[in-house]
């Protein structure tokens, strides 16, 4: 009895937290901290074709700018694609990249990262994540790989709202341990599956209604805790309720891991750690949620509002989802110009 008030005490608190920070401003989109992408592809000795893909936000280009060695020199450059969310340029270096470094300007006052990947014409390969405490690579030294896909699975999974969302929502939703961790293991096998199908090319959705099913599928749960019926299929099974929901939320990690993809030398790698590093944001998500519950225990010796904190929480959460969900479905019924 004690370990199941915990379990709800601490969804609530959580979510409860979350929420209020939507609520008071905070524009918590699914995929709101997209990393950006910088590749650069020698095509010939010396010449470089770079691609540079930067997230936009609310029709805003964030103030980031790829930053080259000094030796290198534009020899041409296409106009900015704007493709709805992302800015994409184009252009042609000339320049000796085995030595030097390559940062990205503006990015230490951005919440972003940016993946950079070379292809040298010999066939080497490099990745690297560069972040707003890491700006800057020195490009003789060793760079870390397929290993750079592990912060970013973390990183994707930590700053996707919705999927904290829906964690948050499984904590509150069950109230013995052993069929919580079930559950969450339900979820985790169903999102490596279509995580693995998406990147890899064998199932495509677009991702407008997937994200817009990722919001129902928050609502759905919010509502199965306000009815709170045990007799419901989310309540008998909710195992088999997050596998089915962990199937959609799968397509939705893909996401950002598509438009960057996977390293050709590692390919197999770079998925594992990816996905790996999913998961080791669910659980610091998880760990997070019961370290703030204890804290407010002893700051707070008689928080006692376990149901007065459910309901709030999942009412947040359903209003926060239907708006999510509205939003972005909003887009599908706009006429073409």
């Given at each position: 009895m004690r370990l199941t008030r915990e379990l709800t005490q601490t969804g609530a608190l959580v979510c409860v937290a979350v929420v209020a920070v939507f609520l008071s401003?905070?524009?918590?989109?699914?995929?709101?901290?997209?990393?950006?992408?910088?590749?650069?592809?020698?095509?010939?000795?010396?010449?470089?074709?770079?691609?540079?893909?930067?997230?936009?936000?609310?029709?805003?280009?964030?103030p980031l700018e790829p930053r080259f060695p000094e030796n290198c020199e534009v020899t041409q450059r296409s106009p900015s694609e704007h493709t709805g969310d992302a800015l994409i340029d184009q252009i042609r270096l000339a320049c000796d990249l085995t030595t030097g470094e390559i940062g990205i300007d503006g990015l230490a006052q951005t919440l972003t990262d940016v993946l950079l990947r070379m292809r040298y014409f010999n066939g080497d390969e490099l990745t690297v994540v560069l972040r707003p405490d890491s700006p800057s690579f020195e490009l003789a030294s060793d760079a870390p790989g397929a290993t750079a896909y592990l912060w970013l699975g973390v990183e994707h999974l930590v700053f996707g709202i919705d999927h904290v969302l829906f964690v948050l929502a499984l904590l509150l939703l069950i109230r013995a341990f052993k069929p919580l961790v079930l559950t969450i293991t339900a979820f985790t096998i169903a999102h490596s599956i279509t995580l693995a199908l998406t990147v890899l090319g064998?199932?495509?959705?677009?991702?407008?209604?997937?994200?817009?099913?990722?919001?129902l599928s928050i609502l759905f749960v919010a509502r199965e805790i306000i009815v709170d019926n045990p007799d419901t299929l989310a309540r008998r099974k909710p195992w088999l309720i997050a596998f089915l929901f962990g199937l959609l939320h799968g397509f939705g990690f893909a996401g950002a891991l598509a438009e960057i993809g996977l390293p050709d030398n590692a390919l197999a790698l770079a998925l594992l750690l990816f996905n790996v590093g999913i998961e080791l944001g669910q659980l610091a998500v998880i760990a997070a949620a019961f370290l703030l519950v204890s804290i407010a225990r002893r700051l707070l010796p008689d928080f006692q509002h376990g149901p007065l904190l459910q309901s709030a929480a999942s009412w947040s959460l359903g209003i926060v989802a239907g708006m999510w969900f509205v939003e972005r479905l909003a887009p599908l019924f706009q006429p073409l110009s």
């Open positions: 401003g905070f524009q918590a989109k699914a995929h709101e901290v997209r990393p950006a992408y910088l590749e650069l592809t020698e095509i010939e000795n010396g010449v470089f074709d770079v691609l540079w893909k930067q997230p936009v936000l609310s029709d805003r280009r964030l064998v199932v495509t959705l677009p991702s407008l209604p997937v994200e817009a099913c990722i919001a």
